[in-house]
């Protein structure tokens, strides 16, 4: 890989944070050693072009959150190009799970010196995703939050109280490998990275390096949700008895509800999820 690259900047992340940070992201990057070009892109897909045209030979830098960083992984993975992403958003879980600072000129200085390594895509219904298929609970959670007033990753914290009052248990039929089976709970959580909603680690032991997706499936009664939510931030919760976990290559949800991931509105149930592996080169 060569020294230069192309900063994509969402315009509208974070309330506009992006756009702000853009300036000094861009000198920290010179600072570092690369030939930037600065792009600001006008909505999502055309962050994805951008990136899916790229020269395989450049590091692609995308400035926005989880839902912007998912759309140019899948434009890399067509190019050949290597991605870097920096905190631009409102929850950042993806640059928490690469483990990068979530300051954003710290994460731009950072690359002078960070590694390549390969990373699985996720896709679910033809729609790529990096974070975490929410279901059920979350997926009420990040509706409120995406409306919400409220700035950075205590949005989704917010939202997540909100939430809890009007998810009553639901049915689902969850399908692994190819082995179905019935299940009623509150939330089902299908994780690639393992974060969701600004810091909870709601799938501990989910890997980016890996083929398989991990699934967090949370019963009980509402009364247990705030405890179980509490363990989330250092993923102690799936050691309660209201929290099952799953592996598998292939998962398959059938029911009712909206499926969110990244922040954004993916589909609606049913989905079908997989790991495309290898298919983004990082550099974090």
């Known amino acids: 890989m060569t020294r230069d690259a192309v900063l994509v900047a969402n315009p509208t992340a974070g309330g506009g944070r992006a756009a702000a940070l853009r300036p000094a992201v861009l000198d920290a990057l010179r600072a570092g050693g690369w030939a930037v070009r600065s792009v600001t892109s006008r909505d999502g897909a055309d962050a994805a072009r951008i990136a899916a045209e790229a020269d395989p030979d ?52 950072t690359l002078s010196v960070a590694r390549e390594r390969r990373i699985g895509l996720g896709e679910a219904d033809g729609r790529t995703f990096l974070g975490v298929l929410s279901i059920g609970f979350s997926a009420r959670a990040s509706r409120l939050a995406h409306s919400s007033r409220v700035r950075g990753r205590y949005a989704y914290h917010v939202a997540a109280v909100r939430a809890l009052a009007g998810v009553p248990p639901q049915h689902f039929s969850i399908g692994l490998d190819g082995r179905r089976f019935d299940w009623e709970g509150l939330e089902l959580a299908v994780g690639h990275s393992g974060w969701y909603g600004g810091g909870l680690h709601v799938c501990p032991d989910a890997e980016l390096t890996d083929d398989v997706l991990d699934v967090t499936a949370i019963a009980g009664h509402k009364r247990a949700f705030p405890a179980v939510m509490t363990g989330m931030f250092d993923g102690t919760h799936v050691r309660r008895p209201e929290v099952e976990t799953f592996r598998a290559r292939e998962v398959g ?18 989905v079908q999820a997989r790991v495309r592996p290898d298919a983004v080169r990082l550099l974090a």
């Open 58 to 109: 450049e590091l692609v830098v995308s400035l926005g959150g989880d839902g912007m960083h998912a759309l140019v992984a899948s434009g890399v993975a067509t190019s050949g190009a290597c991605l870097a992403a920096l905190p631009g958003g409102r929850g950042d879980d993806f640059v928490r799970a690469v483990g990068l600072p979530r300051d954003p000129v710290q994460a731009a200085l």
């Open 253 to 270: 949800i059938d029911g009712e509800g909206e499926v969110w991931a990244d922040g954004d509105l993916l589909c609606r149930l049913p």
